[in-house]
Nanobody, 127 residues
Framework: QVQLVESGGGLVQAGGSLRLSCAASAASRLTFSRYAMGWFRQAPGKEREFVVAITKSGDNTNYADSVKGRFTISRDNAENTVYLQMNSLKPEDTAVYYC?????????????????WGQGAQVTVSS
């Protein structure tokens, strides 16, 4: 069982930066490094969409075209945390951002591959 908690969301002007964190709960720490991690987002009235994912070892990443060159995913297995650095933010990046874990260990885009989800963090980018 993996429990995930996101933090770091907020309001930022277009062109600004935010860093999201997703920490595994204390009960999950022994298994965190066995999971690939992904970030997804959902804007009002839209489906949840893939943003980026990273393999369990951190040696491979997979980015949505819409965020390539602006967002960076990283993980620290010793700290049981995955990060999403978001730069050059745009109003269309406004959404609730969710982190998710999959036991397959691979950086899937398909949200149905992910077994565990955090509660979400709101990111709002003003124009």
């Amino acid at each position: 069982q993996v429990q995930l908690v996101e933090s770091g969301g907020g309001l930022v002007q277009a062109g600004g930066s935010l860093r999201l964190s997703c920490a595994a709960s204390a009960a999950s720490r022994l298994t965190f490094s066995r999971y690939a991690m992904g970030w997804f987002r959902q804007a009002p009235g839209k489906e949840r969409e893939f943003v980026v994912a990273i393999t369990k070892s951190g040696d491979n990443t997979n980015y949505a075209d819409s965020v390539k060159g602006r967002f960076t995913i990283s993980r620290d297995n010793a700290e049981n945390t995955v990060y999403l650095q978001m730069n050059s933010l745009k109003p269309e990046d406004t959404a609730v951002y969710y982190c998710a874990a999959n036991f397959w260990g691979l950086a899937y885009q398909d949200k149905n591959r992910y077994e565990y989800w955090g509660q979400g963090a709101q990111v709002t980018v003003s124009s």
